[in-house]
C-alpha cells in the first residue's frame, strides 16, 4: 500500500513539473518572443479560456488582445520570479517591462489551469510600479 502511495505522489509531482514546464514555455513565447499564435497552437487547448475583470475572453479574443500588446510594446519582456504548482495548477509569479515612461514594471501572478498538458485557463492578478514622478495606476 505504501508503495502504491508512494508512486501517486511521484506522478502528482511529474505533472506539476510538466504542467510548470508547458506554462513556462508559453509565457516565453507569448511574451518574451511575441510570438502569440505560435505561443497557442503549441500549448493552448482548445477550451481556452481568459479571466479577465474587465470581461472573459475566449481563445481568439485572447489571441487578438495578445497580438496588440505585443505590437503596442514590442521592446516588452517578462522575468519569472517564482513558480508554484500543484497537479493541473501552475502560478507563475513575474515582472513585466512594457517600457513605458510612467510604469517601469508590471508585478504579476498568472495562474493557469491545463488539462492533458495543455493550458484551458488563466487568471492574472497585476500591479503596475511606477517609475520615479510616475503614478501607479496608470492602465495598461
Given at each position: 500500500m505504501a508503495g502504491c502511495a508512494g508512486s501517486t505522489a511521484l506522478l502528482?509531482?511529474?505533472?506539476?513539473?510538466s504542467n510548470?514546464?508547458?506554462?513556462?514555455?508559453?509565457?516565453?513565447?507569448?511574451y518574451n518572443k511575441h510570438?502569440?499564435?505560435e505561443g497557442f497552437e503549441h500549448y493552448v487547448g482548445t477550451t481556452y479560456q481568459q479571466h479577465d475583470v474587465a470581461s472573459a475572453q475566449s481563445k481568439d479574443a485572447a489571441m487578438r488582445a495578445l497580438t496588440q500588446m505585443v505590437g503596442r510594446f514590442p521592446n516588452s519582456h517578462l522575468t519569472v520570479r517564482r513558480t508554484i504548482a500543484q497537479g493541473n495548477m501552475v502560478a507563475v509569479q513575474l515582472q513585466w517591462?512594457?517600457?513605458?515612461?510612467?510604469?517601469?514594471?508590471?508585478e504579476r501572478v498568472d495562474i493557469y489551469?491545463?488539462?492533458?498538458?495543455?493550458?484551458v485557463e488563466r487568471w492574472?492578478?497585476?500591479?503596475n510600479t511606477p517609475t520615479a514622478g510616475?503614478?501607479?495606476?496608470t492602465p495598461l
Open positions: 502528482r509531482q511529474e505533472l506539476a513539473k510548470t514546464q508547458t506554462v513556462l514555455a508559453f509565457e516565453e513565447t507569448v510570438e502569440v499564435q517591462s512594457p517600457e513605458l515612461q510612467q510604469v517601469s514594471s508590471v489551469r491545463l488539462e492533458n498538458g495543455r493550458i492574472e492578478v497585476a500591479q510616475g503614478s501607479s495606476s
